[in-house]
Each structure stands twice: as structure tokens, then as C-alpha cells.
């Protein structure tokens, strides 16, 4: 009798006494058994058996429990399955300890579609990252990397594209292709570049400029990672340098419209058309509407700081001489796109689509809720007491619930915030993460399938469950070993001392939507491409020497295998010192 000729239930029951990676084969063998071994269902009790809230079950249990160790998952799985064969009393007990235990770790939400098999993929898998091609410039016959100030990521035919600004002014875009496609030989490299000065302090075109001395191409000032904003619906870019706002089409790589503002600009919105852009400022906050053409101005660049009222208190240096305070006794409604913020420097906008709903969080202790239709009137504060620097939302059924991340004396924070329909936070639906988070600030945050993604200053991205402190799996960025993908590839030592020196990840960008999407890492210098596999899809430098791309950057000659044999040897060194500095410092050595 053929094994496929069995009921589809029986094949499914035997399935689950197996281990995942027994399971995987067996997508091969044929289309019938490939459709009953990736049961959602299956999955998701192999994602609940590896989780770290059931491991603490079977810790409590041994601890607390029968005499019986079920510490061990073979163990477990081994009485699992006696309970299921044999006595009916046992196995309806084990049963209901499993769906109390799947009731109470389940992190999805009514209607939440999942697919667990790239779910379980996404938390044990192992991580790599692919490097992207690292654009250069010629100066007095020497070719210097140029360092990328922000990143975007849109789509074009199929293929995934990143955007960023470079150093000199210009748009680079690299394909970084598909992940589940045959590789192709441009995965990462280089597609398009404008040319030099395109973005600049000065607008497009350089007449703005105020001071000679000062009119060279530079990017919004260090610390500000909310400079790109990309509309795909229009196939156009948004780009914050300093206080002007271009808009670049980026089929062609040129300007389409410029703005200016009173400030500089700290923060954008996601751009979604129709719905208008937000832009903040660090005094201010604005509706930028590109169906208006330059938001009503009559010309090329529309000077927006024409028409806002700068708060008093700020410097003169900050002012410009055409403010115009004619709209306070007009009541001209056009003139209402802005308004004054009381604490400077908002670092993260978020819009609730298809709602009209605007959070701003940022170096002040509160989250701003405005209403567009209502716009400049604040509708009403979160307060939360840390400096944030990145707020998300939560796919919940009835009331959004906002996650931010950032920094409360001097340690991570992650918070989570349940709203009611007045989108007023209650202290009894507020869950914030101040002791287990991070060590150090926390830097970006994302959503990444049914868990959260936030990266840290140490180099470290975490994936924790939705209730923002269980941790799923963790990896630091500097780590040199891709072929390790769980918590141990980012320690080192005997003493398990983090790497100290490194990239750290400034902006989290999921490529898609699915669990097992990669995802987009931007260090502040360059771009990488986080992935569940175990080699990276595609790793690209550029020879210091004669410009010319080599993988993973190697160059004179060096194989990738002796580049890597070199990092992990300067590794190892740095942590035999750091081991002898720490038992020195314990009076143990001479």
C-alpha cells in the first residue's frame, strides 16, 4: 500500500511525532505530502514546542512539578508521546496542558492570517547578511567610499530596489533582486546614480544659498535617521536635507519639487499617496500635499518658512526676515498646514492608514496624537517619560496599539500602549519593557511577521513576542560567523562580552511583509540585507585600489575564506585581551 493512499489525518498524526528538520525532506518526495507537512496548524505547535515561554514551562514543571524531568525536549516530546498511545486519562491531560500552554503563547490576533511555516523559519533559521555595493567618488586621483544617509526601499518590476543619498549629494539605487529568485548577477549591486549636488543645503538649482562658505551638498545632520520617505504608488522619493525637503522622481533621478523650511527637518512620515506627507521639523510640524504643487508656491522652490510662525523663544540664527505673521488675522485656511511644537525634536512620525490619525514621538516624554482633519489642534498625549526615537503599529482588530522604542535613563525601552476609541492610553493597557530590553538605547523598531524587531547601540538586533519582553532570538550585526544563527553568535569570551567596536543598525526596513522577509539594515555608512539563510545571497565592496567590485569587498588578492580567517583570528585576540583585562581587574592576575 502506497504511504500516500493513507488519510491525509493519519499522515498529519505521524508528522507530528517528528522533529522539523525530518520534515523538510519530505516536501521533496511529492506534491500530496508537501501539501500535508506544511499544515499551518503542524507549524505553529512546532513554533509553540521551541518557544522560550515553553521552555520556561517545562523548567517550572521540572522545578515545581511531578519527579518526572521534562526539562530535555526529547524528553518531552518522548512522554508527549506515551500520554498520546496509551492511557486516555493521560493524554486528554497532556492535551489540555498543551492548549492552555498554546492559549496562553499565541501572539496573534482575531483573524490574523499566518503562515507558521515561514514563521518557524524566521525564528530558528540561520541569519546572514549580504552586504550592498558601496558607491565611490574620484578626488585628486584617489576613489573614497561615500557613506549612505538614509535608506528607502521600493519595488520595480518584481525586483526589490533600495534608495539612499549619498555623501556628495546624489541618489543611488541598488537591486537587491528576490529572495525566494534564482540569483542574478546585479543582486546588489549598483543601478542608477544622479549626479553630484543634487540634494543640497541650497536647493536644486543652488539659489537659496545664504553663505558661500556653506553651500556644499550636505545630508541632515547626524542622529536624524527619518530623512527618506518613499512613495511607490508614485514611483517618487522624499529627501530631508537640512531644512529643504526634495522631491525626486525616481525613474529619472531628478528634482520634482522643493520645499523649504524653517528648521531643520527631523522626521518624515511614510508617503502614501493621496494621503499628504508630514514632515517635522525640530520646532515644528507640517502637511506637505505634493497635489499641490509645492504646496501652493508660485515658484520652482516654495519657501514654507515664508509663512510659519517661529516660535519666540527660538534663536535668531534660525529666523529668516520674509516671516510673515499675516494668516494670524486673516484666517486664511491654506495657511493652517503647520503647527509649533513645544519641546524640540521629533525623531519618528507615524500615520494609522486609512485613518486620518498622526502620532509624533521624539526627545520629549510624550506621544502627539493629531487628527489631519483637525489639524494644527492636538487631539491628545501618551505620555510616556523616555526619549523615543521609533513607534510602529500593531495589527490589532478593534483599537490600535502604538509600540515605541528608545531610551529611559540611559537603558532600552520598549513600550507597548492598548488605545480605546478616544486614542487615550489607560495605565492598565501599558506595558513598557525598562529593565530586560537593552542594556543601552534602543535604536529602531519594526514589525517583523508576529514578533517585534528592534536593533540597539551595541550592534544587536532582537526579535521579541508582541508582549514586548519575550525574547525569540537576538543577533548582533559585527558578527563574523553567518553560519551561526542564535543568541551565542553575538557573545564571545568565556565571560560572554559583547563586541565593544562595530556597525550598529540606525533604520530596520522589512523588504516585504511576509514572517520570513528580509530585512534592510542601515549602519549611518553603508547598507546590508538581513537574511534566513545560511551564506549571504550577495556580498559587494569595492577595491580601494582601482575602484573595481569584488565580492564581500576582499581586494589584493585576498580569498573571501582568508579575509574571513583574519577577522575571526583579530577577534579571538580582542577577546583573550578583553578576558585578561576583566580577571585583572578581579585581583587575580599579575
Not at 503542524?42 to 522560550?52: A, N, V
Not at 529602531?444 to 551595541?458: I, P, Y
Request: charged share 25%.
Amino acid at each position: 500500500m502506497s504511504v500516500e493512499r493513507l488519510p491525509a489525518e493519519l499522515l498529519l498524526h505521524i508528522a507530528s511525532f517528528l522533529e522539523p528538520r525530518d520534515i523538510v525532506p519530505l516536501h521533496l518526495a511529492s506534491k500530496h505530502l508537501f501539501k500535508i507537512t506544511r499544515d499551518n496548524e503542524l507549524w505553529k505547535r512546532f513554533c509553540l514546542d521551541e518557544s522560550h515561554s515553553e521552555a520556561a514551562r517545562r523548567r517550572r514543571d521540572f522545578l515545581y512539578g511531578p519527579p518526572i524531568s521534562i526539562q530535555e525536549s526529547r524528553v518531552f516530546e518522548l512522554q508527549r508521546a506515551v500520554a498520546r498511545s496509551g492511557n486516555s486519562n493521560a493524554s486528554q491531560k497532556a492535551e489540555a496542558a498543551t492548549a492552555r500552554a498554546m492559549a496562553s503563547w499565541d501572539p496573534t490576533y482575531t483573524d490574523e492570517k499566518v503562515d507558521w511555516y515561514d514563521e518557524y523559519i524566521a525564528r530558528h533559521a540561520p541569519l546572514s547578511m549580504s552586504w550592498l555595493e558601496q558607491p565611490f567618488r574620484e578626488q585628486n586621483g584617489l576613489r573614497d567610499i561615500l557613506e549612505t544617509r538614509g535608506v528607502g526601499i521600493f519595488q520595480d518590476h518584481g525586483d526589490s530596489m533600495v534608495v539612499a543619498p549619498l555623501d556628495d549629494g546624489s541618489v543611488c539605487l541598488w537591486n537587491i533582486g528576490y529572495e525566494d529568485a534564482a540569483p542574478k548577477s546585479q543582486d546588489g549591486r549598483i543601478m542608477a546614480r544622479s549626479r553630484p549636488g543634487l540634494l543640497s543645503v541650497n536647493g536644486p538649482d543652488g539659489s537659496l544659498s545664504q553663505n558661500s562658505t556653506n553651500s556644499g551638498p550636505k545630508m541632515t545632520s547626524t542622529g536624524v535617521v527619518e530623512c527618506v520617505s518613499v512613495d511607490r504608488a508614485r514611483n517618487k522619493a522624499y529627501f530631508a536635507v537640512r531644512s529643504g525637503l526634495n522631491e525626486v522622481d525616481l525613474m529619472t533621478l531628478q528634482v520634482s519639487s522643493y520645499d523649504r523650511y524653517p528648521f531643520s527637518i527631523t522626521a518624515l512620515s511614510e508617503a502614501a499617496h493621496p494621503i499628504p506627507l508630514t514632515v517635522g521639523t525640530s520646532h515644528s510640524l507640517h502637511l506637505h500635499d505634493p497635489r499641490l504643487g509645492n504646496n501652493g508656491g508660485g515658484s520652482p522652490t516654495s519657501l514654507i518658512s515664508d509663512r510659519v510662525d517661529i516660535n519666540a523663544n527660538v534663536s535668531q540664527d534660525h529666523r529668516y526676515s520674509t516671516t510673515n505673521f499675516h494668516h494670524l488675522s486673516s484666517g486664511d485656511p491654506s495657511q493652517t498646514d503647520y503647527t509649533t511644537l513645544f519641546h524640540p525634536f521629533p525623531l519618528s512620525i507615524l500615520h494609522l492608514n486609512p485613518s486620518s490619525t498622526i502620532y509624533v514621538a521624539g526627545r520629549f516624554p510624550s506621544i502627539l496624537n493629531y487628527d489631519r482633519r483637525c489639524f494644527p489642534k492636538l487631539n491628545s498625549a501618551i505620555h510616556s517619560g523616555a526619549r523615543l526615537c521609533s513607534i510602529a503599529s500593531l495589527p490589532t482588530p478593534d483599537h490600535p496599539t502604538l509600540a515605541a522604542a528608545g531610551e529611559y535613563n540611559g537603558k532600552g525601552s520598549l513600550e507597548l500602549y492598548h488605545l480605546d476609541a478616544a486614542s487615550i492610553a489607560s495605565p492598565s493597557n501599558t506595558k513598557r519593557n525598562r529593565t530586560s530590553a537593552s542594556r543601552s538605547k534602543l535604536l529602531s523598531l519594526t514589525l517583523h511577521g508576529t514578533r517585534l524587531l528592534f536593533s540597539d547601540s551595541d550592534g544587536k538586533l532582537k526579535w521579541v513576542e508582541r508582549d514586548g519582553s519575550t525574547l525569540v532570538r537576538q543577533w548582533n550585526i559585527n558578527t563574523f560567523d553567518t553560519s551561526v544563527g542564535n543568541t551565542e553568535s553575538a557573545r564571545s569570551g568565556i565571560f560572554n562580552a559583547d563586541p565593544v567596536d562595530g556597525d550598529v543598525a540606525l533604520k530596520l526596513l522589512p523588504v516585504g511583509t511576509g514572517a520570513r522577509s528580509e530585512v534592510c539594515v542601515w549602519t549611518g555608512e553603508k547598507i546590508g540585507v538581513l537574511g534566513f539563510k545560511n551564506k549571504p545571497r550577495f556580498s559587494l565592496g569595492v577595491d580601494e585600489k582601482d575602484g573595481t567590485c569584488t565580492p564581500d569587498g576582499s581586494s589584493d588578492g585576498e580569498s573571501i575564506d582568508e579575509r574571513d580567517y583574519g577577522r575571526m583570528m583579530r577577534l579571538a585576540l580582542e577577546r583573550q585581551a578583553n578576558e585578561v583585562r576583566f580577571v585583572r581587574g578581579l585581583g587575580l592576575g599579575g
